[in-house]
């Protein structure tokens, strides 16, 4: 296992290489310096300033010293916001979004396996077609959809929650992590659906019901674990959707986030906040896919098996 | 005494096609101690009616629509859904066919077993692990305080049918019905697993249902036969009587469909073999280990196997499950890359020919699979499929192919008014029939049959046999006939070989190997065979039926 | 048995899959109700600038942004623009994005999924070795970084969307082709000396079908959320050009007092969405052929 975990490791090393390499050359490519913008400045604070951030440097060296900065964990320092570094955003913003992106995780989980399972239940009947009935609005309903509707209904018209922020008011947590949470519920209810469907038709669960087991103990206890295995897959892409709708619903709920400081950086042209945040974003994805991983290979005593007799 | 009484049984099915009666009232008893062995082919519903008494068949589209089945006094077909729970798995266990897809793999082999005792006799898990130990002991699983904490892809087909055989056993059912519970296992697995069974039925003296579709397998084991055809039974009996005097037509059809005896005269060979094997080996790579691992060994699975094959000779190739011998016929038609070795065709080496040298040859040498549903494609006509071997080698042309293809047709027996038919339409020995023409379509020398018999049923069987034996007949074939079961190599071949773990054992002529095997493997596969004890009085050949 | 030389027989004409999943399909209601669904959206798009009930930029600034009426059945915007005209331009950029970027991720997935498939071995290793690291790719963050960097730019959309969907795509149809190698009927092709081309051609690529059939038809709702996503941050498709994304990113500015403004590009988004999804779902029911059993 613990081999297992060291080669996916190490195959995550160049996945991290050729992302940093490819957004730092597509952020160098991009027409137009940093600085090139608004108004015209002098250019001796032109050079100045390229100094400061290393831009008068030929662009492998620039590279490389780049390089060696990630090492250190230092993302350089921020081109719109002097005196401060990327680091300082990341650290500011990340909290918040870990938090929304564990409510709306929690949200998508708790819903989603919950009404799958209950569908898969009785296929074919109201209480299969109901959830998945709303699971299939919730999928065609996106975040930036979805959001701004519950505002509508819930904070402006009804006025039970309030709209914006994020810790200040009660209650300002509900809305950001529903909204995000809802979609990766629909697409976890289709999927558990469709898990526990194919294991209910296996012949060990009709083993163990001609055990006898009463039939809250064959559903979670020998249809639940190979049920919910497409669930755990679709984890790690799900929490790499999750950093992306965190973009959507930060920016509508006024949340002072990771992903509003990335769409913030993406309009003002802050280089550096673009490039540090993406690589910190696809550290935490590839580590979450690994996760992902790890625990579909835990679950899976075939898959321990055969991790276990290459050794 | 009775144990069981189902009187009047009837369970339809309700499909979007229309409704299916599976069991159409049908009643049996069986007594306590007694073996009650209900054979039948395929879609006879004999196991529908059995997992419809303990409410195992899926409902809709399964319902009971009539009849009783008294279990000791108490009607299981009317009781209350649990209480008939606590009947399952304690007072009836169950054994299933498929033994590597019934157990959960998800869960450890021990904590299946103990469930019975924790739900129906109220154990903590300490009492009921001791008593799984015991019984696996019992049931023949060495080192049981270990095996127990094993998971079910951990052990082979045979030890996971005793794993099952004990999870049934274990709370001490009074009647055991076990579903074609050696249908999936290799002939020597299975003459174990029958002996098994036997032992403790004998053991504990309880009553079993044995639900086969082979006659052979039940003659030696039950005590009474219910034969079912169609949802009915048409006959029940005392095991003599059912195999001495069979009362029904069905009942005789089918002993008559199981192959016996041998191919009365040898051919005449003539000068030159037409296939000569020498040393063929080969292998397949071992990637089992991540990339991290070191590269092991390549897996023999035919190793230096020599063996030539006269013109007009049938020759049968046995073997169990991963004895190399679909493989070896793979390697002859080189379907497979071969490793070592040489295949020499009518003197030419096949191994390592060109493939611009190898296309027409091709034409001289075909195969027949076993699964008719995944040999054919599904998306061909039969014409499409008979018709591209002729287009493609030059034999017909636009003009002349559509009366070729119905002449093959005609050959097969299939109906010529279904030419424009897609596989899925067609009946499972049919579509072996569409195999056949196809394979016979280019008038080849040399046919490869891997197991071309095996999924079917038994008097379908016997037909696509006797077809085989009238096709070889007609265009002089040469045949490589490789299956699992003895019997019907016997009815077939003229010479056999037999393979184990990839090297050839023995090879001699069908009598010789019966009346005086040479190898100790081939000994052990000839009594491992189930035989019809009694010898009825029937035809030596199958009835040939072609069309 | 018949007589070999009788050449006019009555033949029973065979249904193929196909027929039959086309049979499954009109059963399904759903399905066909969103195939219709789709249908009329694409000949509205199509025809949209000879029956649209107003010029795209036609501004009204005295009427304002009003509620739906007689005249402008949608409403109207901020500008007095007509809704109703807005978006059937814009779903003439929602839907073209929403194809064309499928088939871009159509024609590579096949492509990479059928070579790495039928070479198997090591190719094979290779060339899902690199699905599998782009897998791993925060995608969505590049396609953002991308727009940013090279501006907003709707061929780069195509291509930059369809560059994401296609390793499914790919894993797909490489998992079928896979399958299909080692199935008989393959093999009884090879063992016929059929050449490799004619495998491909006439076994192969009509059993794959199915599956990419009903993946495209998934991928397509896929595509256009996507578009919609970064229209709706400001990095997908720019004004003056318009669709849904965009038309709902201005809903939600002026949704409190406007909520038509945000209500009828969110619905026609949905509706589409839905309608896809529905036919998607039936086709799957419909060509599958473990569903074909029974």
Known sequence: MLRFILSRLLQAIPVLLVVITATFLLVRCAPGGPFSAEKAVPPEVVRALEAQYRLDQPIWQQYLSYLGDLARGEFGPSFRYPGRTVNELIAGGLPITAELAFYAMLVAILIGVCAGVIAALRPNTPQDYLPMSAAMLGICMPSFLMGPLLVLVFGIWLEWLPVSGWGELAGDKILPAITLGTGYAAYIARLSRGGMLEVMSQDYIRTARAKGLPERVVVLKHALRGGLIPVVAFLGPAFAGLLSGSFVVETIFQIPGLGRFYVQAAFNRDYTMILGTTVFFATLIVLFNLLADIIAVWINPKMRHQLSRSR | MTLLSVENLAVHFHTRAGQMRAVDGISFSVDHGEILAIVGESGSGKSVACYSLLNLIPQPPGKIESGTALFEGRDLLSMQPDTLRRIRGNEIGIIFQDPMTSLNPYLTVGEQLIEPLLYHRNLNRQQALKRAVTMLDEVGIADPETRIHSYPHEFSGGMRQRVMIAMAMIAEPKLLICDEPTTALDVTIQAQILSLIKALQKRRNIAVIFISHDLAVVAGLADRVAVMKEGRIVETGPVNDIFQNPHSDYTRTLLASIPSGSKPNLPQFCEQPLLVLDRLTTCFPNNSGGWLSRQKADKKAVNEVSLTIQRGEILGLVGESGSGKSTLGRSILQLVPVTRGSVIFDGIDLVGLRQKRMTPLRRRMQMIFQDPYASLNPRMTVFDCLAEPLLYHGLATRRTVTAQVLALMDDVGLARAAIRKYPHEFSGGQRQRIAIGRAIATKPELIIADEPVSALDVTIQAQILALILALVEKHNLTMLFISHDLSVVRYIADRIAVMHRGELVEMAGTETLFANPGHDYSRKLLSAIPALSTNPARSTRPPTELA | ?294
């Open chain 3, 1 to 294: 048995m018949e007589n070999p030389h009788s050449a006019t027989l009555t033949q029973e004409q065979g249904s193929s899959l196909w027929r039959d999943g086309w049979i499954r399909l009109c059963k399904n209601h759903l399905a066909l109700f969103g195939l219709a669904v789709i249908a009329f959206f694409c000949v509205i798009a199509l025809l949209t600038p000879w029956i649209a009930p107003y010029g795209y930029e036609q501004q009204d600034l005295q009427l304002g942004a009003s509620p739906p009426s007689a005249a402008h059945w949608l409403g109207t915007d901020i500008f007095g623009r007509d809704m109703l005209t807005r978006i059937m331009y814009g779903s003439r950029v929602s839907l073209l994005v929403g194809f064309v970027a499928t088939g871009v991720a159509l024609v590579i997935g096949v492509l990479w999924g059928t070579v790495a498939g039928y070479a198997g071995g090591r190719v094979d290793a290779v060339m899902m070795r690199l699905v599998d690291i782009l897998y791993a790719l925060p995608f969505m963050i590049f396609i953002v970084l991308l727009m940013v960097v090279f501006g907003r730019n709707i061929l780069l959309l195509f291509l930059a969307i369809g560059a994401v969907e296609w390793l499914t795509m790919a894993r797909i149809v490489r998992g079928q082709v896979q399958n299909l190698r080692h199935q008989e009927f393959i093999e009884a092709a090879f063992s016929m000396g059929l050449s490799r081309w004619i495998i491909i051609r006439r076994h192969l690529i009509p059993n794959t079908l199915g599956p990419v059939i009903v993946y495209t038809t998934l991928t397509i709702p896929n595509v256009m959320l996507l578009e919609a996503f970064l229209s709706f941050l400001g990095l997908g498709i720019q004004p003056p050009q318009s669709s849904w994304g965009l038309l709902i990113s201005h809903g939600v500015e002026s949704m409190e007092e406007y909520p038509w403004l945000l209500v009828f590009p969110g619905l026609a988004l949905s509706i589409t969405l839905f309608a896809l999804n529905f036919l998607g779902d039936g086709l799957r029911d419909a060509l599958d052929p473990r569903a074909s059993k029974d």
